[in-house]
Protein backbone atom coordinates (compact mmCIF):
# COMPACT_ATOMS: atom_id res chain seq x y z
CA UNK A 1 0.00 0.00 0.00
CA UNK A 2 1.62 3.42 -0.89
CA UNK A 3 1.83 5.85 1.63
CA UNK A 4 -0.55 8.70 2.20
CA UNK A 5 0.36 12.50 2.84
CA UNK A 6 -0.62 11.74 6.65
CA UNK A 7 1.64 8.77 7.07
CA UNK A 8 4.76 10.90 5.38
CA UNK A 9 3.87 13.78 7.78
CA UNK A 10 3.70 11.50 11.29
CA UNK A 11 6.75 9.37 9.31
CA UNK A 12 8.88 13.02 8.93
CA UNK A 13 7.91 13.62 12.96
CA UNK A 14 8.85 9.91 14.13
CA UNK A 15 5.23 9.87 15.26
CA UNK A 16 3.86 6.63 15.57
CA UNK A 17 1.16 5.05 14.30
CA UNK A 18 -0.67 2.33 13.20
CA UNK A 19 -2.59 1.71 9.87
CA UNK A 20 -5.92 0.21 9.60
CA UNK A 21 -7.32 -0.51 6.08
CA UNK A 22 -11.26 -0.68 5.15
CA UNK A 23 -13.45 -1.19 1.99
CA UNK A 24 -13.48 2.25 0.70
CA UNK A 25 -17.05 1.55 -0.08
CA UNK A 26 -17.39 2.40 3.68
CA UNK A 27 -19.40 5.27 4.91
CA UNK A 28 -19.33 6.93 8.38
CA UNK A 29 -17.81 6.20 11.40
CA UNK A 30 -20.47 4.02 12.24
CA UNK A 31 -19.26 1.43 9.35
CA UNK A 32 -15.53 2.11 10.07
CA UNK A 33 -15.70 1.40 13.63
CA UNK A 34 -17.45 -1.91 12.75
CA UNK A 35 -14.95 -2.58 9.48
CA UNK A 36 -12.14 -1.91 12.50
CA UNK A 37 -13.89 -3.52 15.55
CA UNK A 38 -13.76 -1.11 17.49
CA UNK A 39 -15.88 1.65 19.24
CA UNK A 40 -17.39 4.28 17.46
CA UNK A 41 -16.40 6.90 20.09
CA UNK A 42 -13.05 5.74 19.03
CA UNK A 43 -13.16 6.71 15.67
CA UNK A 44 -12.76 10.62 15.21
CA UNK A 45 -14.27 12.26 11.69
CA UNK A 46 -12.55 15.84 10.17
CA UNK A 47 -15.13 18.08 9.93
CA UNK A 48 -15.07 21.10 7.20
CA UNK A 49 -16.16 24.24 8.71
CA UNK A 50 -16.78 27.75 7.27
CA UNK A 51 -17.25 30.97 8.80
CA UNK A 52 -20.31 33.38 7.99
CA UNK A 53 -17.98 35.92 7.68
CA UNK A 54 -16.47 36.80 4.44
CA UNK A 55 -12.75 36.86 3.80
CA UNK A 56 -12.47 34.42 6.68
CA UNK A 57 -10.38 30.65 5.96
CA UNK A 58 -12.23 27.60 6.49
CA UNK A 59 -11.43 25.63 9.76
CA UNK A 60 -10.82 21.69 10.08
CA UNK A 61 -12.83 20.46 13.00
CA UNK A 62 -11.95 16.51 14.37
CA UNK A 63 -14.08 15.24 16.34
CA UNK A 64 -16.05 11.87 17.91
CA UNK A 65 -17.45 9.86 15.03
CA UNK A 66 -20.70 9.59 16.96
CA UNK A 67 -21.40 12.99 18.03
CA UNK A 68 -23.16 16.04 16.11
CA UNK A 69 -20.98 19.67 15.92
CA UNK A 70 -22.28 21.92 18.00
CA UNK A 71 -21.72 25.13 15.42
CA UNK A 72 -23.07 27.77 17.38
CA UNK A 73 -21.01 26.77 21.02
CA UNK A 74 -17.79 26.17 18.57
CA UNK A 75 -18.86 29.67 17.30
CA UNK A 76 -18.67 31.14 20.82
CA UNK A 77 -15.26 29.75 21.66
CA UNK A 78 -13.68 30.79 18.71
CA UNK A 79 -14.48 34.67 18.25
CA UNK A 80 -16.89 34.05 15.08
CA UNK A 81 -20.51 35.29 14.65
CA UNK A 82 -21.78 32.06 13.15
CA UNK A 83 -20.70 29.20 11.23
CA UNK A 84 -21.52 26.56 9.05
CA UNK A 85 -20.55 23.05 7.55
CA UNK A 86 -19.51 23.06 4.26
CA UNK A 87 -21.13 20.79 1.60
CA UNK A 88 -19.75 17.87 0.57
CA UNK A 89 -18.79 19.42 -2.46
CA UNK A 90 -17.19 22.83 -1.08
CA UNK A 91 -15.65 20.22 1.51
CA UNK A 92 -13.57 18.17 -1.44
CA UNK A 93 -13.07 21.52 -3.54
CA UNK A 94 -10.94 23.45 -0.32
CA UNK A 95 -9.12 20.38 0.50
CA UNK A 96 -8.46 18.40 -2.22
CA UNK A 97 -9.87 15.35 -0.47
CA UNK A 98 -12.76 12.71 -1.04
CA UNK A 99 -15.20 13.59 1.63
CA UNK A 100 -14.37 10.68 3.93
CA UNK A 101 -10.78 10.72 3.69
CA UNK A 102 -10.39 14.02 4.45
CA UNK A 103 -7.63 14.22 7.49
CA UNK A 104 -6.26 17.32 8.55
CA UNK A 105 -2.81 15.29 9.04
CA UNK A 106 -2.81 15.34 5.11
CA UNK A 107 -3.53 19.19 5.15
CA UNK A 108 -0.85 20.53 7.03
CA UNK A 109 0.59 23.89 5.71
CA UNK A 110 -2.35 24.51 3.47
CA UNK A 111 -3.96 27.38 5.88
CA UNK A 112 -6.50 25.36 7.87
CA UNK A 113 -7.09 26.16 11.40
CA UNK A 114 -7.22 22.76 13.11
CA UNK A 115 -9.91 22.24 16.04
CA UNK A 116 -10.32 18.84 18.05
CA UNK A 117 -13.00 18.16 20.49
CA UNK A 118 -11.89 18.30 24.47
CA UNK A 119 -13.74 14.44 24.14
CA UNK A 120 -10.75 13.50 22.27
CA UNK A 121 -8.92 13.75 25.81
CA UNK A 122 -10.96 10.79 27.54
CA UNK A 123 -8.68 8.71 25.01
CA UNK A 124 -5.07 7.66 25.08
CA UNK A 125 -4.78 7.13 21.20
CA UNK A 126 -7.69 7.58 18.19
CA UNK A 127 -8.91 6.85 14.69
CA UNK A 128 -8.35 9.29 12.01
CA UNK A 129 -8.62 9.33 8.62
CA UNK A 130 -4.93 8.81 6.51
CA UNK A 131 -6.31 11.41 3.85
CA UNK A 132 -7.57 8.73 1.95
CA UNK A 133 -11.24 6.52 2.23
CA UNK A 134 -10.66 3.16 3.26
CA UNK A 135 -7.51 4.12 5.05
CA UNK A 136 -7.68 5.07 9.20
CA UNK A 137 -4.55 5.53 11.10
CA UNK A 138 -4.45 5.23 15.20
CA UNK A 139 -2.34 7.41 17.15
CA UNK A 140 -1.85 8.99 20.10
CA UNK A 141 -4.19 12.06 20.69
CA UNK A 142 -1.17 14.29 22.05
CA UNK A 143 0.62 13.67 18.76
CA UNK A 144 -2.36 14.39 16.86
CA UNK A 145 -2.79 17.54 18.39
CA UNK A 146 1.18 18.47 18.44
CA UNK A 147 1.35 17.89 14.67
CA UNK A 148 -1.59 19.56 13.88
CA UNK A 149 -1.52 22.40 16.05
CA UNK A 150 -5.50 21.61 17.24
CA UNK A 151 -6.74 24.20 19.75
CA UNK A 152 -8.92 22.23 21.95
CA UNK A 153 -12.05 22.92 21.81
CA UNK A 154 -15.83 21.44 23.17
CA UNK A 155 -17.21 21.66 19.82
CA UNK A 156 -19.78 19.06 20.16
CA UNK A 157 -22.20 18.47 23.24
CA UNK A 158 -21.98 16.03 25.90
CA UNK A 159 -23.78 12.54 24.54
Same mark, same amino acid.
Given at each position: ? +???? %???????????? =???????????????????????? *?? #??????? +?? =????? +?????? +????????? $????????????? %?????????? @????? @?? $??? %????????? #?????????? $?? #?? $? %? @??? @???????? *?????? =???????? =????
Amino acid at each position: M +PKTN %AMRVLDARKVPY =TVHEYSDEIRGTEGVAAALGVSES *DV #YKTLVVL +PE =TAGRK +PLLVIV +PGPRELNLR $SLAKQIGEKSLRM %ATHKEAEQLT @GLKVG @GI $SAL %ALLNKGFTV #YIDAAAQEHE $SI #YV $S %A @GQR @GINLRLKV *DDLIRV =TGAKVVRA =TDES
